[in-house]
């Protein structure tokens, strides 16, 4: 689920992206000798003129030249040769492929230019700044200067740069989501709805807001993604529902499980068609042992909706194996399996059922009164053939995941149960199996 939603931020992301900086007329770009010279300049201005908001926005422009001045040139779409020109020789060019769309990528000590197959520039990643820390020097600059009863002129200045530095940070955190590096994303995204969101801006961009969320998920800072998320839904941003199922894994992963059905019920009430929030709170309902008949109506919505969901019929086995109706598990699991014949849970499942079947049916043998043969021959019988069929699930389990140890356990004891039977056939059956099966189980116990 999550990672198909980091491939649709990734295309939200990089469509918003907007030109960076100021437009393709940009023909020169500063030296850092040349923006230190203006620093120093500035640094004796702040000392007699530290109360003029011109000061401040003069210095705010400098840091922000400074930060992204290796980069400064470049536009969105900007032609191979020119951005070459702008820039300077790569150290060397090679082709990646990224989310199966190849690019010509060239590579500098501090940046990387990511090329189309039409020869546009695509996007970029900054490695090392010019210097570090210069943009949120100068988006302090700029607040330095709003405080100070900018003009309106000075006013539309300090917004138009603030705008610039927000801009720079989203696009940075959105080519850094399509290259793989979420955390930096995730940082990146909040950095940007934080600077947008107070004075002078006071712009509360909520879609920002959610990348960080769920890029911050991405990369298991389930703390953060909380935060992040749990404010979107204060603000009313909640993705079709998507949001409740985010913060129901964040709930998760913090140990906040006796939440997560409360918070899950009111997304369903909220977006009934969404399928995905729905499963999930159905799983919720049968983590918590919830009664079997809250849980069912759920899972025969869900179905109704979504009939060829096979992970729906796996949590209907799951409810009905305990009501201990296991016709009803049974009949489920195989629907599951009709519909995704490698099922682990189903597989899996299946055979632990049948397996203690047998062994239930091993213990009414044993309480029988010894004189009556027939009888407790019948039960060995039954209880032979059900584990028999935990067997042939449990084979089928370990072809899906042979690293599962209770399956190789569960194989190991009933292949030792047949392994020496007085059924000359059924022990020669067992026996290389036992042998197998009990290697494997030493292996993974050590």
Excluded: H
């Excluded at 969105?76 to 951005?83: I, L, N, Q, S, V």
């Excluded at 009863?149 to 720079?168: D, G, M, R």
């Amino acid at each position: 689920m999550l990672s198909a939603v980091m491939a649709v931020l990734s295309l939200s992301a990089s469509a918003q992206s907007v030109t960076l900086y100021n437009n393709k007329t940009v023909t020169k770009t500063e030296t850092m000798a040349e923006l230190q010279k203006r620093l120093a300049k500035n640094d004796k201005a702040v000392e007699k003129k530290a109360d003029k908001a011109a000061t401040w926005i003069e210095r705010g422009g400098i840091y922000y030249r400074m930060g992204v001045n290796n980069v400064y040139a470049l536009y969105d779409k900007m032609p191979e040769e020119e951005a070459v020109k702008a820039v300077g020789q790569p150290e060397e060019a090679e082709l990646v492929d990224i989310n199966r769309v190849e690019y010509k990528k060239y590579n500098y000590p501090d940046k990387d230019l990511y090329f189309s197959s039409d020869g546009k520039l695509a996007m970029y990643i900054v490695k090392k700044y010019p210097v570090d820390g210069a943009i949120d020097t100068a988006f302090d600059c700029y607040v330095k200067a709003n405080s100070l009863s900018p003009t309106p002129e000075e006013k539309n200045e300090i917004n138009q740069y603030i705008n610039y530095i927000v801009q720079a940070i989203r696009i940075d955190a959105a080519n850094n989501l399509k290259l793989g590096n979420a955390e930096r994303a995730s940082k990146g995204f909040y950095k940007a709805y934080t600077y947008a969101a107070q004075p002078p801006m006071n712009y509360v961009d909520t879609t920002i807001l959610f990348y960080a969320g769920v890029t911050a998920l991405e990369t298991e800072n389930y703390a953060d993604a909380e935060n992040y998320l749990n404010q979107c839904l204060e603000m009313g941003y909640e993705d079709g529902g998507n949001i409740y199922n985010y913060l129901a894994i964040c709930m998760s992963k913090l140990g906040q499980t006796d939440q997560m059905d409360e918070l899950l019920s009111k997304g369903v009430e909220r977006y009934p068609s969404n399928k995905e929030l729905l499963e999930a709170l159905i799983a919720v309902y049968n983590q918590q042992m919830k009664s079997p008949e809250e849980v069912l109506p759920l899972i025969r919505k869900a179905q109704a909706g979504d009939p060829n969901n096979y992970e729906l019929y796996v949590q209907e086995g799951i409810v009905y194996s305990k009501m201990e109706k296991y016709p009803e598990a049974e009949a489920s699991y195989n629907k599951a399996l009709s519909l995704d014949p490698k099922n682990f849970v189903a597989l899996y499942n299946l055979g632990f059922m049948y397996y203690e079947k047998g062994n239930s049916l091993a213990r009414q043998v044993m309480g029988l009164d010894l004189n009556d043969a027939k009888g407790r021959q019948a039960l060995k019988d039954e209880s032979d053939e059900a584990r028999k069929t935990s067997f042939d699930y449990m084979e089928r389990a370990y072809q899906v995941d042979p690293t599962s140890f209770d399956v190789v356990q569960v194989l190991k004891e009933i292949s030792f149960m047949f392994y020496g039977s007085e059924d000359a056939a059924v022990s020669s059956k067992y026996e290389p199996l036992y042998k197998k099966y009990q290697a494997e189980y030493d292996a993974m116990s050590e």
